[in-house]
Each structure stands twice: as structure tokens, then as C-alpha cells.
């Protein structure tokens, strides 16, 4: 992890994100929320989760910006931008960060039980992959995107 601290532009995107994850717990969803910035500090997409109200189970909020934010800029690969999300990305998310070469992500609450980006893997900086290694700045607003994660679980038990 870096210890550079997230930039204003990244901290507001991290207000957007816990507005999608709001969206998504309001709609029955996991409340994870995601930004993808462009290379000036712009949002190009937003995206929060959408496995539970779709078919689709790579719904994740990661890469509904991701997709959003490639059809933005037209191209598969998202140089300059950073990905802001209020959870730790999973291993399939990891994945799409990596193949999309998103070279800065920061994300708040970890996760435990399926994190890729150093919690239980650490897949963005595995060596043995063949893209560079995204930056990461970890634990942004960890408390209010956990908080929210876990009122969302506890209703449901």
C-alpha cells in the first residue's frame, strides 16, 4: 500500500461512491459504490452493484464504472484514470483492473473474507502478472463504508 494520501478529487469520488452504495443498499443490493476518475480529476462513470436485480454476476460496482468509463474514452484501456471504491476489490475485479490497466485504485473498507488488493490476496501486486502495478491507497473512509456494509448484513439476519 502507498501511504500517499488520496487527492481532493479522489476523496470527492469517494463521497460519489457512498452515494451509489446507498443506491445499491436502498435497491436490495450490497452497498458497494465505485468512481472511475479520468486523467484531469473528472468522473467518467460511476457504478454500484447490481448482481441481485440482474442476471448478471459480474454486476460488481468496479466494473460498471469500468465498463462506463471504457465507453467513455472509447478504449479498453484506462490510462491516468483512478478507480475509487468503497470496497476492497475481489479477485475477479482485480482481474478487470488489471486487464483495463487502471493505474491507481483506492478503495476504503477492507474485506476479510474475499480482498485481492492485500487483505486475503494481494493480486495487483503479484509480480508474476504481465501489466504494471496499479498504486493503491487503502482504508479511505474505511469506518463509513464498513458502517454501511454492516447495517446492510445485519438487517438481513
Avoid: Q
Avoid at 443498499?25 to 479520468?38: Q, S
Wanted: net charge negative; aromatic share 4%; charged share 25%.
Amino acid at each position: 500500500m502507498t501511504t500517499i494520501p488520496p487527492s481532493p478529487d479522489e476523496l470527492h469520488a469517494m463521497d460519489r461512491a457512498l452515494e451509489s452504495a446507498r443506491e445499491a443498499a436502498a435497491a436490495g443490493e450490497i452497498p458497494v459504490g465505485a468512481v472511475i476518475l479520468g486523467p484531469d480529476g473528472e468522473v467518467l462513470a460511476t457504478g454500484r452493484n447490481r448482481r441481485r436485480t440482474s442476471t448478471d454476476p459480474t454486476g460488481h460496482a468496479e466494473i460498471v464504472a469500468i465498463r462506463g468509463a471504457a465507453e467513455a474514452v472509447g478504449d479498453r484501456i484506462l490510462e491516468g484514470c483512478t478507480l475509487v471504491v468503497t470496497l476492497e476489490p475481489c479477485v475477479m475485479c482485480a482481474g478487470v483492473i488489471l486487464a483495463a490497466r487502471v493505474p491507481r485504485v483506492v478503495f476504503g473498507a477492507w474485506d476479510e473474507k474475499a480482498g485481492a488488493v492485500g487483505s486475503v490476496y494481494d493480486l495487483l501486486r503479484d509480480g508474476r502478472l504481465p501489466h504494471a502495478v496499479p498504486e493503491v491507497v487503502a482504508g479511505v473512509r474505511a469506518e463509513e463504508c464498513a458502517a454501511l456494509l454492516e447495517a446492510f448484513f445485519s438487517e438481513r439476519r
